[in-house]
Structure formats: C-alpha cells, structure tokens
C-alpha cells in the first residue's frame, strides 16, 4: 500500500531512506536544513518541503533522521503534530528517547524511537535491520511502510528501548574493534601478514567464542556464574600474561587494562571460582 510519508534530514542515512520509500512507490516529501540535498531525491519523485512544518504537515508519517536529539527538538519546534506519528531514527540517548516521545505525544502526536543497525549502503538490503520501540498502535499501523527501509523490530512500549539496544548493540561491535586492535598491533610487532592473520585466524576465533556468548547470557540471568569452562583466577593470570607480553613486544595493551583491572577485583572479592560472566556484576554502578 503506498503511503505518504515525510523524512527530515537528508544527510547519508537520510538519504538513503528516502530513497528506499520513494522506490518502494511511497509518496515521500523531504526537507534537509540545505535544501540543495534534496535535489536528487526531487529528482527521483519526492517533492521537497519548504520548512519542516511544511513536511509534518504533508504526510500522517514523519521520519527524523538527523545529527543527534538537539537537532530532532529544534526541528519539530512550531510543527503541528497533532496526528502525526514521528519515528525518529535519529541516533538518541535513552533519556533523550523519552524526553522526545513526551514532547511529541504532549503535542498530540504519536512516537517511535528507533535504532538503525545498518550504514546507508546496507539500507533496503536484506541485512539491514531497524529497531523501534514506543507506540505499539503507530508501529503496527506502518510496519509495512518501514520495512521498505529495513527489516523492522519492535522492542516494547518504553521509547528508550530501541535507542538502548542500539547503544547495546555498538557497545559490543567497539568492545569486539578494541580486541582486534590489540591483536592486530601485536601480530604486526612480530612481523606476521595481518591479512593472513585476521581472515585466516582472528575471525574464525571469535565466531567460535561468539557462539558461546548466548550460554553466558543465560548465566546472567539466572545469577549462577559458575563454570566448567574456565574460572576468573585462570582468566586473571591468562591477561596479566598478555599484558607482559605486550610490553615485551613493545606495544601498549591500553584497551586490555580494564578488563585486568575488573578481573583482579573480582577475584580480591574471593569470587576466583566464577566463569566470564560473573564480571557483569561489577559494571553496575553504586
Ligand atoms: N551513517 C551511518 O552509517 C549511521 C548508521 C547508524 C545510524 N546513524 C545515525 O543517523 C543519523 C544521521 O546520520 P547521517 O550519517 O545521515 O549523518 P550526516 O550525513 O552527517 O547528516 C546529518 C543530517 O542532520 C542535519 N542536521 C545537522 N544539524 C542540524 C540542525 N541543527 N538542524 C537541522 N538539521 C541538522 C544535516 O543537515 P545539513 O547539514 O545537510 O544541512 C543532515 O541532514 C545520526 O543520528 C547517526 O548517528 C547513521
């Protein structure tokens, strides 16, 4: 079913997703801060707005994707919301995700937050994948409509969900990049092709330890972190020869230090018997 549908913001990401709409055969008005980059677009078929309000009001969906949250509240400013249903794919923080919500539905208006796991490339590929979280009535109304974008994900009522998820899900892709930084300035100090090493060694490492990722989780939750894998004393010295190591091989292990420094606490609190998992229970804030 074609829908009208507005997009505000027409950097990389928003362009990308207007295009995806507009092929999909959605009636789409954008509007960009520049106004020259919606030319392509225009050019494509969307019909460009003048002002945001302008772009609110053309269509019952308005999607924001724009530099961060500030920017999503001064464009909506003196917009007419009453009726619209805004889904903001705009990179937020939780807190951020709810102030936004509360502003659009004080207005009248409904909310989604989402989070974009995909870069522009990805968008309208089957890899592509877009979290939402917030009302569930607007995301069942489009849920048709978004998926022209990506594979769409509800994730619950609370707006902070998906833009939380989203952090999650980045959370693990830079803790996974810290890794490989330090494997791959250790592998180049001994001269060793990093292309070879990385293809042929690291990547099928860490799908393996990846797949055990879900069996800790379970632990987790369950609060059991005992192990018959390997317990935090052995983990304990295993980093803190990695450290030497690095040092020896003249290279900083900077990005391995708070995993030896969170180690070493936990086993000071006489938990040497616990598994990996157990360290979650020390990233809680007092
Ligand atoms: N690009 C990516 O791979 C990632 C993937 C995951 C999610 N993100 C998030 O998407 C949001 C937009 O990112 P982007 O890549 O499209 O970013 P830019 O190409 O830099 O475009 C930024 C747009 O925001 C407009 N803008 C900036 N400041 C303001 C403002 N004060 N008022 C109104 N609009 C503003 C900017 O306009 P202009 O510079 O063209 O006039 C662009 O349209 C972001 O949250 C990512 O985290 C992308």
Same mark, same amino acid.
């Given at each position: 079913?074609?829908?009208?549908?507005?997009?505000?913001?027409? +950097?990389?990401? +928003?362009?990308?997703?207007?295009?995806?709409?507009?092929?999909?055969?959605?009636? $789409?008005?954008?509007?960009?801060? %520049?106004?020259?980059? #919606?030319?392509?677009?225009?050019?494509?078929?969307?019909?460009?707005?003048? %002002?945001?309000?302008?772009? $609110?009001?053309?269509?019952?969906?308005?999607?924001?994707?724009?530099?961060?949250?500030?920017?999503?509240?001064?464009?909506?400013?003196? #917009?007419?919301?009453?009726?619209?249903?805004?889904?903001?794919?705009?990179?937020?923080?939780?807190?951020?995700?709810?102030?936004?919500?509360?502003?659009?539905?004080?207005? +009248?208006?409904?909310?989604?937050?989402?989070?974009?796991?995909?870069?522009?490339?990805?968008?309208?590929?089957?890899?592509?994948?877009?979290? *939402?979280?917030?009302?569930?009535?607007?995301?069942?109304?489009?849920?048709?409509?978004?998926?022209?974008?990506?594979?769409?994900?509800?994730?619950?009522?609370?707006?902070?969900?998906?833009?939380?998820?989203?952090?999650?899900?980045? %959370?693990?892709? *830079?803790?996974?990049?810290?890794?490989?930084?330090?494997?791959?300035?250790?592998?180049?100090?001994?001269?060793?092709?990093?292309?070879?090493?990385?293809?042929?060694?690291?990547?099928?490492?860490?799908?393996?330890?990846?797949?055990?990722?879900?069996?800790?989780?379970?632990?987790?939750?369950?609060?059991? @972190?005992?192990?018959?894998?390997?317990?935090?004393?052995?983990?304990?010295?295993?980093?803190?020869?990695?450290?030497?190591?690095? @040092?020896?091989?003249?290279?900083?292990?900077?990005?391995?230090?708070?995993?030896?420094?969170?180690?070493?606490?936990?086993?000071?609190?006489?938990?040497? @018997?616990?598994?990996?998992?157990?360290?979650?229970?020390?990233?809680?804030?007092?």
């Amino acid at each position: 079913m074609s829908e009208n549908i507005s997009v505000l913001g027409l +950097g990389l990401m +928003g362009t990308a997703l207007a295009k995806s709409l507009l092929a999909a055969g959605h009636q $789409v008005t954008v509007w960009n801060r %520049t106004p020259a980059k #919606a030319d392509p677009l225009v050019a494509e078929g969307a019909k460009q707005a003048a %002002t945001p309000a302008a772009a $609110v009001a053309a269509s019952e969906l308005v999607i924001a994707c724009l530099l961060d949250s500030r920017s999503v509240t001064a464009t909506l400013e003196g #917009a007419e919301l009453r009726g619209r249903v805004i889904a903001n794919l705009t990179t937020s923080r939780p807190v951020e995700a709810r102030e936004i919500a509360a502003l659009v539905t004080e207005r +009248g208006g409904d909310h989604l937050a989402g989070g974009i796991m995909a870069i522009p490339q990805m968008i309208a590929t089957p890899g592509a994948l877009i979290l *939402y979280s917030g009302s569930k009535a607007a995301y069942d109304r489009y849920e048709q409509a978004l998926s022209a974008m990506a594979r769409p994900q509800y994730t619950g009522a609370d707006p902070a969900m998906a833009p939380l998820l989203d952090l999650a899900m980045l %959370t693990g892709m *830079y803790g996974q990049m810290a890794g490989f930084l330090e494997a791959a300035a250790l592998v180049r100090s001994a001269g060793y092709p990093l292309r070879d090493f990385t293809s042929g060694l690291l990547v099928p490492w860490l799908n393996a330890m990846a797949a055990q990722q879900p069996a800790w989780a379970e632990k987790m939750e369950s609060g059991d @972190h005992g192990t018959d894998v390997s317990n935090l004393e052995i983990n304990r010295s295993g980093v803190a020869n990695l450290v030497r190591a690095f @040092h020896e091989q003249g290279v900083r292990p900077d990005l391995l230090l708070p995993m030896q420094e969170i180690l070493e606490r936990r086993v000071a609190r006489g938990l040497a @018997h616990e598994g990996l998992s157990g360290l979650v229970e020390e990233l809680v804030s007092d």
